[in-house]
């Protein structure tokens, strides 16, 4: 079964630019738009970006201008570049097509310090 596979968070200083990766499995990556997002404990989970086919992005108002979403349809990669990170940005962080989700990865934990 095809399936992401999220990596690259970790705790981070506030401030920091870390960036997260997205490996899929399946096939036809370059077919769908991508998506990252977010959950924090006791919340349901929140887009944060999405890139299309074609590559044209939008983020969501509270990481516009820090976070920047990307991919490699060559490798079936998605990425999330995270910085001036905030103490509010800490969150398990997953990626899925939103147009054809498909099972969700475990995601990866993102702890900003103070």
């Known amino acids: 079964q095809a399936q992401f596979v999220e990596s690259g968070g970790g705790l981070v200083q506030h401030g920091g630019s870390p960036e997260l990766s997205c490996a899929y499995s399946g096939s036809s990556f370059n077919m769908f738009t991508m998506a990252w997002y977010r959950q924090t404990p006791g919340n349901q989970r929140e887009w944060v970006a999405s890139?299309?086919?074609?590559?044209?992005?939008n983020h969501k108002d509270f990481v516009r201008g820090r976070f920047t979403i990307s991919k490699d349809n060559a490798k079936k990669m998605g990425y999330l570049q995270m910085n001036s990170l905030k103490a509010e940005d800490t969150a398990v962080y997953y990626c899925?097509?939103?147009?054809?989700?498909?099972?969700w990865g475990q995601g990866t934990q993102v702890t900003v310090s103070s």
């Open positions: 890139i299309s086919r074609g590559g044209s992005t």
């Open positions: 899925n097509f939103p147009d054809s989700l498909r099972a």
